[in-house]
Protein backbone atom coordinates (compact mmCIF):
# COMPACT_ATOMS: atom_id res chain seq x y z
CA UNK A 1 0.00 0.00 0.00
CA UNK A 2 1.78 3.34 -0.61
CA UNK A 3 2.42 5.69 1.82
CA UNK A 4 1.80 8.71 0.28
CA UNK A 5 -2.44 9.02 0.95
CA UNK A 6 -1.63 9.50 4.99
CA UNK A 7 1.87 10.77 4.45
CA UNK A 8 2.00 14.53 6.17
CA UNK A 9 4.63 16.98 5.16
CA UNK A 10 7.06 18.25 8.12
CA UNK A 11 6.70 21.99 8.31
CA UNK A 12 10.29 23.37 7.17
CA UNK A 13 11.54 26.10 8.84
CA UNK A 14 11.25 29.65 7.07
CA UNK A 15 14.44 30.54 5.63
CA UNK A 16 16.46 33.49 7.47
CA UNK A 17 18.83 35.74 6.42
CA UNK A 18 22.44 34.97 7.25
CA UNK A 19 22.99 37.27 10.04
CA UNK A 20 19.71 35.70 11.53
CA UNK A 21 21.34 32.34 10.77
CA UNK A 22 24.41 33.09 11.77
CA UNK A 23 22.96 34.52 15.78
CA UNK A 24 21.02 31.44 16.09
CA UNK A 25 23.40 28.57 15.55
CA UNK A 26 25.72 29.60 18.44
CA UNK A 27 21.96 29.62 20.72
CA UNK A 28 21.29 26.75 19.04
CA UNK A 29 24.95 24.65 19.82
CA UNK A 30 24.68 26.10 23.36
CA UNK A 31 21.20 24.35 24.19
CA UNK A 32 22.32 21.19 22.25
CA UNK A 33 25.05 20.58 24.28
CA UNK A 34 23.30 21.67 27.30
CA UNK A 35 20.93 18.41 25.78
CA UNK A 36 23.70 16.17 25.83
CA UNK A 37 23.62 13.03 28.67
CA UNK A 38 27.11 13.66 29.06
CA UNK A 39 26.67 17.29 30.16
CA UNK A 40 24.12 16.76 32.49
CA UNK A 41 25.87 14.03 34.50
CA UNK A 42 28.70 16.66 35.13
CA UNK A 43 26.42 18.96 36.31
CA UNK A 44 25.11 16.32 38.65
CA UNK A 45 29.12 15.79 39.90
CA UNK A 46 29.17 19.64 40.34
CA UNK A 47 26.20 20.00 42.10
CA UNK A 48 27.14 17.14 44.70
CA UNK A 49 30.39 17.89 44.94
CA UNK A 50 29.38 21.64 45.73
CA UNK A 51 26.72 20.67 48.01
CA UNK A 52 29.13 18.03 50.13
CA UNK A 53 31.81 20.48 50.49
CA UNK A 54 29.01 23.94 51.35
CA UNK A 55 27.46 21.22 54.19
CA UNK A 56 30.73 20.53 55.02
CA UNK A 57 31.85 23.54 56.13
CA UNK A 58 28.69 24.93 57.46
CA UNK A 59 28.34 21.70 59.83
CA UNK A 60 31.99 23.02 61.39
CA UNK A 61 30.63 26.97 61.67
CA UNK A 62 28.14 25.34 63.40
CA UNK A 63 30.05 23.19 65.33
CA UNK A 64 33.04 26.08 66.07
CA UNK A 65 29.99 28.49 67.11
CA UNK A 66 27.50 26.94 69.18
CA UNK A 67 29.82 23.74 70.68
CA UNK A 68 33.11 26.42 70.61
CA UNK A 69 35.51 23.23 69.23
CA UNK A 70 38.58 24.16 67.57
CA UNK A 71 39.17 23.44 64.12
CA UNK A 72 42.16 21.17 64.94
CA UNK A 73 39.65 19.02 66.61
CA UNK A 74 37.28 18.81 63.18
CA UNK A 75 38.72 17.30 60.11
CA UNK A 76 42.30 18.33 58.54
CA UNK A 77 42.05 21.18 55.46
CA UNK A 78 42.71 18.86 52.85
CA UNK A 79 39.65 15.86 53.95
CA UNK A 80 37.91 17.57 50.49
CA UNK A 81 40.37 15.77 48.40
CA UNK A 82 39.43 12.27 49.82
CA UNK A 83 35.81 12.23 50.71
CA UNK A 84 34.71 14.63 47.01
CA UNK A 85 35.82 11.71 45.20
CA UNK A 86 34.85 8.79 47.66
CA UNK A 87 31.12 10.31 47.63
CA UNK A 88 30.62 10.39 43.90
CA UNK A 89 32.46 6.69 43.41
CA UNK A 90 29.59 5.31 45.84
CA UNK A 91 26.95 7.79 44.46
CA UNK A 92 28.09 6.37 41.17
CA UNK A 93 27.93 2.79 42.13
CA UNK A 94 24.16 3.27 43.24
CA UNK A 95 23.34 4.67 39.41
CA UNK A 96 23.07 8.34 40.72
CA UNK A 97 24.63 9.86 37.54
CA UNK A 98 22.88 7.44 35.36
CA UNK A 99 20.28 8.64 32.56
CA UNK A 100 19.17 11.26 35.06
CA UNK A 101 16.48 12.29 32.68
CA UNK A 102 15.28 8.49 32.93
CA UNK A 103 14.58 9.05 36.78
CA UNK A 104 10.89 9.97 38.28
CA UNK A 105 11.25 12.52 41.31
CA UNK A 106 10.66 10.36 43.70
CA UNK A 107 13.45 7.99 42.75
CA UNK A 108 15.74 10.71 43.20
CA UNK A 109 14.89 11.21 46.21
CA UNK A 110 15.24 7.22 47.38
CA UNK A 111 18.51 7.61 45.83
CA UNK A 112 20.26 10.65 47.84
CA UNK A 113 18.76 9.16 50.81
CA UNK A 114 19.76 5.68 50.27
CA UNK A 115 23.31 6.62 48.64
CA UNK A 116 24.06 9.22 51.31
CA UNK A 117 23.36 7.20 54.36
CA UNK A 118 25.34 4.57 53.02
CA UNK A 119 27.96 7.03 51.99
CA UNK A 120 28.12 8.34 55.05
CA UNK A 121 27.95 5.19 57.29
CA UNK A 122 31.19 4.38 54.62
CA UNK A 123 33.19 7.22 55.55
CA UNK A 124 33.22 6.92 59.06
CA UNK A 125 34.58 3.37 58.96
CA UNK A 126 37.29 4.79 56.25
CA UNK A 127 38.15 7.43 58.61
CA UNK A 128 38.81 4.73 61.33
CA UNK A 129 41.41 2.78 59.03
CA UNK A 130 42.73 5.63 56.76
CA UNK A 131 42.83 8.57 59.28
CA UNK A 132 43.17 6.92 62.51
CA UNK A 133 46.00 9.24 63.55
CA UNK A 134 43.47 12.59 63.45
CA UNK A 135 40.77 13.24 65.43
CA UNK A 136 37.33 13.62 63.82
CA UNK A 137 34.13 15.33 65.85
CA UNK A 138 31.00 12.58 65.59
CA UNK A 139 29.36 15.46 66.45
CA UNK A 140 30.20 16.88 62.98
CA UNK A 141 29.38 13.56 60.90
CA UNK A 142 26.57 13.48 62.71
CA UNK A 143 25.20 17.16 61.33
CA UNK A 144 27.45 17.11 58.14
CA UNK A 145 24.88 13.80 56.96
CA UNK A 146 21.77 16.06 58.12
CA UNK A 147 23.52 19.15 55.93
CA UNK A 148 24.30 16.95 53.30
CA UNK A 149 20.97 15.75 52.99
CA UNK A 150 19.52 18.70 52.52
CA UNK A 151 22.13 20.15 50.40
CA UNK A 152 22.10 17.18 47.96
CA UNK A 153 18.29 17.10 47.45
CA UNK A 154 18.30 20.99 47.24
CA UNK A 155 20.84 20.83 44.20
CA UNK A 156 20.00 18.02 42.40
CA UNK A 157 16.09 19.10 42.58
CA UNK A 158 17.17 22.70 41.30
CA UNK A 159 19.41 21.23 38.47
CA UNK A 160 15.57 19.06 37.74
CA UNK A 161 14.19 22.58 38.15
CA UNK A 162 16.34 24.24 35.75
CA UNK A 163 15.89 21.65 32.91
CA UNK A 164 12.16 21.54 33.32
CA UNK A 165 11.73 25.19 33.14
CA UNK A 166 14.51 25.08 30.01
CA UNK A 167 12.03 21.77 28.67
CA UNK A 168 8.62 24.22 28.68
CA UNK A 169 10.16 26.70 27.04
CA UNK A 170 11.17 24.19 24.28
CA UNK A 171 14.96 24.29 24.75
CA UNK A 172 17.72 21.70 25.09
CA UNK A 173 15.18 18.65 24.40
CA UNK A 174 15.52 15.78 22.17
CA UNK A 175 13.36 15.28 19.33
CA UNK A 176 10.90 12.17 19.29
CA UNK A 177 9.93 9.96 16.30
CA UNK A 178 7.18 7.07 17.46
CA UNK A 179 6.86 4.09 15.42
CA UNK A 180 4.15 1.26 15.71
CA UNK A 181 0.79 1.20 16.43
CA UNK A 182 -1.20 4.65 16.96
CA UNK A 183 -3.50 4.00 19.39
CA UNK A 184 -0.81 2.73 21.99
CA UNK A 185 1.91 5.42 20.67
CA UNK A 186 -1.00 7.50 21.37
CA UNK A 187 -1.21 6.08 25.19
CA UNK A 188 2.06 6.31 25.24
CA UNK A 189 2.05 10.20 24.68
CA UNK A 190 -0.60 10.57 27.05
CA UNK A 191 1.53 9.46 29.80
CA UNK A 192 4.36 11.65 29.35
CA UNK A 193 1.78 14.49 29.22
CA UNK A 194 -0.19 13.50 32.51
CA UNK A 195 3.54 13.34 34.30
CA UNK A 196 4.03 16.98 32.86
CA UNK A 197 7.43 15.13 31.13
CA UNK A 198 9.13 17.54 28.60
CA UNK A 199 12.44 16.61 27.76
CA UNK A 200 11.82 15.69 24.38
CA UNK A 201 9.38 16.92 21.83
CA UNK A 202 7.44 14.63 19.31
CA UNK A 203 7.76 15.17 15.77
CA UNK A 204 4.56 12.32 15.43
CA UNK A 205 4.38 8.76 14.09
CA UNK A 206 5.04 6.32 11.21
CA UNK A 207 2.50 3.69 11.43
CA UNK A 208 1.90 0.61 9.51
CA UNK A 209 1.23 0.49 5.89
CA UNK A 210 -2.26 -1.12 6.00
CA UNK A 211 -3.48 0.59 9.14
CA UNK A 212 -5.78 3.74 9.27
CA UNK A 213 -5.36 6.48 11.49
CA UNK A 214 -8.34 6.45 14.11
CA UNK A 215 -11.22 8.99 13.72
CA UNK A 216 -10.20 10.62 17.41
CA UNK A 217 -7.11 11.17 15.92
CA UNK A 218 -8.03 15.17 15.37
CA UNK A 219 -7.84 14.97 19.74
CA UNK A 220 -4.74 13.84 19.81
CA UNK A 221 -1.02 16.03 19.17
CA UNK A 222 0.29 13.26 17.59
CA UNK A 223 0.87 13.58 13.89
CA UNK A 224 1.33 10.96 11.48
CA UNK A 225 4.39 11.34 9.06
CA UNK A 226 4.01 8.51 7.18
CA UNK A 227 4.75 4.37 7.09
CA UNK A 228 7.27 3.19 9.39
CA UNK A 229 8.97 1.81 5.98
CA UNK A 230 10.49 5.26 5.54
CA UNK A 231 11.39 5.68 8.88
CA UNK A 232 14.77 6.43 8.58
CA UNK A 233 13.91 9.37 5.52
CA UNK A 234 11.52 10.61 8.18
CA UNK A 235 13.89 10.75 11.18
CA UNK A 236 16.59 12.38 9.17
CA UNK A 237 14.04 15.03 8.18
CA UNK A 238 13.38 15.65 11.72
CA UNK A 239 16.39 15.36 12.89
CA UNK A 240 15.25 12.63 15.56
CA UNK A 241 17.45 11.90 18.21
CA UNK A 242 15.36 9.33 19.85
CA UNK A 243 12.88 6.08 17.79
CA UNK A 244 10.07 4.72 20.50
CA UNK A 245 9.06 1.47 18.92
CA UNK A 246 5.95 -0.55 19.61
CA UNK A 247 4.89 -3.07 17.39
CA UNK A 248 1.93 -5.47 17.96
CA UNK A 249 3.49 -8.25 15.97
CA UNK A 250 5.46 -10.07 18.79
CA UNK A 251 6.28 -12.76 16.50
CA UNK A 252 9.74 -13.64 15.47
CA UNK A 253 9.61 -11.71 12.58
CA UNK A 254 8.41 -8.77 14.57
CA UNK A 255 11.39 -8.72 16.51
CA UNK A 256 13.84 -9.11 13.67
CA UNK A 257 12.40 -5.43 12.61
CA UNK A 258 12.52 -4.18 15.93
CA UNK A 259 16.18 -5.25 16.16
CA UNK A 260 16.95 -4.13 12.23
CA UNK A 261 15.59 -1.03 13.79
CA UNK A 262 17.76 -0.54 16.80
CA UNK A 263 20.81 -1.57 14.99
CA UNK A 264 20.12 1.09 12.41
CA UNK A 265 19.48 3.24 15.20
CA UNK A 266 22.83 2.55 16.38
CA UNK A 267 24.60 3.01 13.86
CA UNK A 268 23.30 6.76 13.35
CA UNK A 269 23.70 7.81 16.89
CA UNK A 270 19.84 7.35 17.82
CA UNK A 271 18.59 6.45 21.00
CA UNK A 272 15.73 3.58 20.79
CA UNK A 273 13.00 3.21 23.44
CA UNK A 274 10.54 -0.09 23.26
CA UNK A 275 7.31 0.56 24.38
CA UNK A 276 5.25 -2.63 25.80
CA UNK A 277 2.68 -3.52 28.33
CA UNK A 278 5.60 -6.07 29.10
CA UNK A 279 7.23 -3.50 31.48
CA UNK A 280 4.03 -2.01 33.06
CA UNK A 281 3.91 -3.51 35.84
CA UNK A 282 6.40 -1.00 38.24
CA UNK A 283 6.18 -3.48 41.00
CA UNK A 284 8.65 -5.45 38.87
CA UNK A 285 12.30 -5.91 38.64
CA UNK A 286 14.14 -6.49 35.47
CA UNK A 287 17.51 -8.46 34.94
CA UNK A 288 19.16 -9.77 32.35
CA UNK A 289 20.46 -13.27 32.20
CA UNK A 290 23.73 -13.01 30.38
CA UNK A 291 23.53 -17.41 30.20
CA UNK A 292 20.24 -17.34 28.14
CA UNK A 293 20.22 -13.85 26.76
CA UNK A 294 16.47 -13.48 28.62
CA UNK A 295 15.09 -10.47 30.98
CA UNK A 296 13.85 -12.09 33.77
CA UNK A 297 11.23 -10.42 35.63
CA UNK A 298 11.57 -10.45 39.23
CA UNK A 299 8.57 -9.48 41.99
CA UNK A 300 9.92 -7.07 44.40
CA UNK A 301 10.59 -8.30 48.24
CA UNK A 302 7.59 -7.52 50.46
CA UNK A 303 9.28 -6.38 53.51
CA UNK A 304 10.68 -2.71 51.87
CA UNK A 305 6.76 -2.54 51.66
CA UNK A 306 5.60 -2.93 54.85
CA UNK A 307 8.25 -0.65 56.24
CA UNK A 308 6.73 2.02 53.72
CA UNK A 309 3.73 1.61 55.56
CA UNK A 310 4.60 1.68 58.99
CA UNK A 311 6.48 4.92 57.87
CA UNK A 312 3.68 5.84 55.89
CA UNK A 313 1.36 5.58 58.89
CA UNK A 314 3.69 7.30 61.50
CA UNK A 315 4.03 10.19 59.06
CA UNK A 316 -0.26 10.18 58.95
CA UNK A 317 -0.05 10.51 62.77
CA UNK A 318 2.19 13.67 62.83
CA UNK A 319 0.78 15.47 59.97
CA UNK A 320 -2.57 14.88 61.06
CA UNK A 321 -1.65 15.57 64.35
CA UNK A 322 -0.04 18.84 63.77
CA UNK A 323 -2.56 20.18 61.00
CA UNK A 324 -5.08 19.44 64.22
CA UNK A 325 -3.75 22.20 66.17
CA UNK A 326 -3.49 24.46 63.46
CA UNK A 327 -7.30 23.88 62.50
CA UNK A 328 -8.31 24.57 65.96
CA UNK A 329 -6.38 27.83 66.13
CA UNK A 330 -7.95 28.65 62.53
CA UNK A 331 -11.75 27.86 63.45
CA UNK A 332 -12.22 30.98 65.52
CA UNK A 333 -11.38 33.90 62.60
CA UNK A 334 -12.62 31.40 59.93
CA UNK A 335 -15.99 31.21 62.28
CA UNK A 336 -16.26 34.55 62.55
CA UNK A 337 -15.38 35.83 58.93
CA UNK A 338 -18.52 33.04 57.73
CA UNK A 339 -20.63 34.20 60.30
CA UNK A 340 -20.17 38.27 59.15
CA UNK A 341 -20.67 37.34 55.60
CA UNK A 342 -23.82 35.15 55.40
CA UNK A 343 -24.11 33.73 59.30
CA UNK A 344 -24.17 30.03 58.33
CA UNK A 345 -22.44 27.64 59.65
CA UNK A 346 -18.50 27.19 59.99
CA UNK A 347 -18.43 23.24 58.70
CA UNK A 348 -19.21 21.33 55.47
CA UNK A 349 -20.14 17.57 55.89
CA UNK A 350 -18.85 16.19 52.51
CA UNK A 351 -19.70 12.74 51.32
CA UNK A 352 -17.30 10.18 50.45
CA UNK A 353 -16.90 6.24 49.50
CA UNK A 354 -14.56 4.74 51.58
CA UNK A 355 -12.13 1.47 50.76
CA UNK A 356 -15.34 0.00 52.55
CA UNK A 357 -17.75 0.98 49.42
CA UNK A 358 -19.88 2.63 52.21
CA UNK A 359 -20.81 6.12 51.96
CA UNK A 360 -18.76 8.23 54.84
CA UNK A 361 -18.10 12.33 55.66
CA UNK A 362 -15.29 14.63 56.58
CA UNK A 363 -15.38 18.18 57.84
CA UNK A 364 -14.50 21.27 55.48
CA UNK A 365 -14.57 25.08 55.81
CA UNK A 366 -18.01 25.70 54.61
CA UNK A 367 -17.19 27.89 51.37
CA UNK A 368 -20.62 28.26 49.38
CA UNK A 369 -23.86 29.46 50.20
CA UNK A 370 -25.93 27.17 52.71
CA UNK A 371 -28.29 26.28 49.99
CA UNK A 372 -25.94 25.42 47.29
CA UNK A 373 -26.85 22.00 46.84
CA UNK A 374 -30.54 23.63 45.76
CA UNK A 375 -29.02 26.15 43.50
CA UNK A 376 -27.29 23.84 41.80
CA UNK A 377 -30.22 21.06 41.50
CA UNK A 378 -32.84 24.08 39.97
CA UNK A 379 -29.82 25.56 37.76
CA UNK A 380 -29.87 23.00 34.23
CA UNK A 381 -26.79 25.12 32.84
CA UNK A 382 -24.68 25.04 35.87
CA UNK A 383 -25.60 21.20 37.16
CA UNK A 384 -24.10 20.50 33.10
CA UNK A 385 -21.03 21.91 33.60
CA UNK A 386 -20.42 20.80 37.42
CA UNK A 387 -21.53 16.96 35.94
CA UNK A 388 -18.99 17.18 33.47
CA UNK A 389 -15.83 17.41 35.98
CA UNK A 390 -17.15 17.68 39.50
CA UNK A 391 -15.85 21.42 39.95
CA UNK A 392 -17.04 24.62 38.49
CA UNK A 393 -14.95 27.52 37.47
CA UNK A 394 -16.02 30.91 38.82
CA UNK A 395 -18.99 29.06 40.72
CA UNK A 396 -21.59 31.78 41.50
CA UNK A 397 -22.58 29.68 44.99
CA UNK A 398 -18.85 30.43 46.34
CA UNK A 399 -18.54 32.83 49.12
CA UNK A 400 -16.49 36.01 49.18
CA UNK A 401 -14.24 34.99 52.14
CA UNK A 402 -14.61 31.03 50.42
CA UNK A 403 -12.75 32.04 47.21
CA UNK A 404 -9.88 33.40 49.54
CA UNK A 405 -10.18 29.63 51.56
CA UNK A 406 -10.15 27.74 48.37
CA UNK A 407 -7.41 30.16 47.03
CA UNK A 408 -4.68 28.73 50.42
CA UNK A 409 -6.30 25.34 50.23
CA UNK A 410 -7.50 26.66 54.21
CA UNK A 411 -10.56 24.80 53.82
CA UNK A 412 -9.11 21.71 53.94
CA UNK A 413 -7.98 21.96 57.32
CA UNK A 414 -10.36 20.38 59.42
CA UNK A 415 -9.69 16.54 57.38
CA UNK A 416 -6.73 16.72 59.54
CA UNK A 417 -9.00 15.23 61.86
CA UNK A 418 -10.27 12.81 59.43
CA UNK A 419 -6.65 12.13 59.04
CA UNK A 420 -5.66 11.44 62.69
CA UNK A 421 -8.86 9.44 63.56
CA UNK A 422 -6.89 7.07 60.80
CA UNK A 423 -10.64 7.48 58.27
CA UNK A 424 -8.07 9.19 55.67
CA UNK A 425 -4.77 9.60 54.43
CA UNK A 426 -2.15 12.63 54.24
CA UNK A 427 -1.73 11.37 50.61
CA UNK A 428 -3.43 9.40 48.04
CA UNK A 429 -6.03 9.04 45.93
CA UNK A 430 -8.75 11.44 45.45
CA UNK A 431 -11.81 11.09 47.50
CA UNK A 432 -15.03 10.78 45.25
CA UNK A 433 -18.62 11.03 45.91
CA UNK A 434 -20.61 8.39 45.31
CA UNK A 435 -22.18 10.52 41.99
CA UNK A 436 -18.27 10.55 41.10
CA UNK A 437 -17.84 6.53 41.49
CA UNK A 438 -20.09 5.83 38.90
CA UNK A 439 -17.79 7.68 36.67
CA UNK A 440 -14.76 4.82 37.38
CA UNK A 441 -16.43 2.40 35.98
CA UNK A 442 -14.25 -0.56 36.64
CA UNK A 443 -11.65 0.88 37.67
CA UNK A 444 -13.75 2.06 40.96
CA UNK A 445 -12.43 -0.92 42.66
CA UNK A 446 -8.73 0.14 42.27
CA UNK A 447 -9.38 3.50 43.49
CA UNK A 448 -11.29 2.07 46.62
CA UNK A 449 -8.15 -0.19 47.56
CA UNK A 450 -6.52 2.87 49.23
CA UNK A 451 -7.84 5.55 51.32
CA UNK A 452 -8.36 8.36 49.92
CA UNK A 453 -6.10 11.47 50.41
CA UNK A 454 -5.88 15.38 51.58
CA UNK A 455 -3.52 16.21 48.72
CA UNK A 456 -2.36 13.78 45.83
CA UNK A 457 -0.88 12.93 42.53
CA UNK A 458 -3.36 14.87 40.72
CA UNK A 459 -3.29 17.97 43.13
CA UNK A 460 0.09 18.74 42.54
CA UNK A 461 0.10 18.00 38.39
CA UNK A 462 -2.63 20.51 37.66
CA UNK A 463 -4.67 21.13 40.95
CA UNK A 464 -8.20 22.09 39.46
CA UNK A 465 -6.91 22.64 35.80
CA UNK A 466 -7.04 18.90 34.85
CA UNK A 467 -9.98 17.06 33.34
CA UNK A 468 -12.10 14.59 35.09
CA UNK A 469 -10.30 11.90 32.58
CA UNK A 470 -6.75 13.63 33.62
CA UNK A 471 -7.84 13.14 37.11
CA UNK A 472 -9.06 9.26 36.49
CA UNK A 473 -5.56 8.48 34.94
CA UNK A 474 -3.51 9.71 37.49
CA UNK A 475 -5.50 8.50 40.44
CA UNK A 476 -4.42 4.94 38.68
CA UNK A 477 -1.24 6.16 38.19
CA UNK A 478 -0.71 7.19 41.63
CA UNK A 479 -1.89 3.66 42.87
CA UNK A 480 0.18 1.77 40.96
CA UNK A 481 3.49 3.81 41.41
CA UNK A 482 2.56 4.25 45.33
CA UNK A 483 5.62 4.55 47.23
CA UNK A 484 6.68 6.64 50.68
CA UNK A 485 9.11 8.60 48.34
CA UNK A 486 6.42 9.80 45.84
CA UNK A 487 4.19 10.70 49.19
CA UNK A 488 7.52 12.59 50.08
CA UNK A 489 7.53 14.27 46.59
CA UNK A 490 3.85 15.05 46.49
CA UNK A 491 3.78 16.99 49.99
CA UNK A 492 7.09 18.99 49.45
CA UNK A 493 4.76 19.50 45.56
CA UNK A 494 1.62 20.67 47.74
CA UNK A 495 3.19 23.24 50.21
CA UNK A 496 4.79 24.43 47.05
CA UNK A 497 1.63 24.47 45.11
CA UNK A 498 -0.12 25.92 48.21
CA UNK A 499 2.12 28.95 48.61
CA UNK A 500 2.15 29.89 44.67
CA UNK A 501 -2.38 29.66 44.68
CA UNK A 502 -1.90 28.71 41.26
CA UNK A 503 -5.24 26.11 39.53
CA UNK A 504 -7.26 26.60 42.80
CA UNK A 505 -10.46 27.65 42.45
Given at each position: MATKPILEAVPRIKAR?????????????????????????????????????????VAEVILQRSMHLSASFLNPGYYYFFYVPFFAALLYLFGGYKSPDLRRPENELELIFKGASF??????????????????????????????????????????????????????????????????????????????????????????PGERPVPSRAELSLRVLGSIADWEEVARRVGAQLVVIHFADSSAAGHARVLAIVRRCRQ??????????LFDPPDLRFERDDFSGCCRLQSQPHWPRTVERLVKGALDVAIGLLGSLATLALMPFVGLVLKLEDGGPVFHRREYVGMDGRVHHFLKFRTMVCNAEDILASDASLRARFESNFKLKDDPRVLRCGRFLRKYSLDEFPQFFSILAGR?????????????????????????????????????????TTTFEEKVQMDMFYIEHWSIWLDLVILAKTIWEVFRAEGAY
Open positions: SDADASGARPAAQFWSFLARAAVKRLLLLAADAASLVASHHSFVALACANFILFKSLGFSRYLLVVWYLLALMFLLLARFALRAFYNALWKRGFARHTALLLGGLDRLAAFERRLAMQRYRAFSIAGALIEQGIDVEVYSHITAVGPRAITPAARLRYGDLAPRLLSMKPGLTGFWQVMGRQ
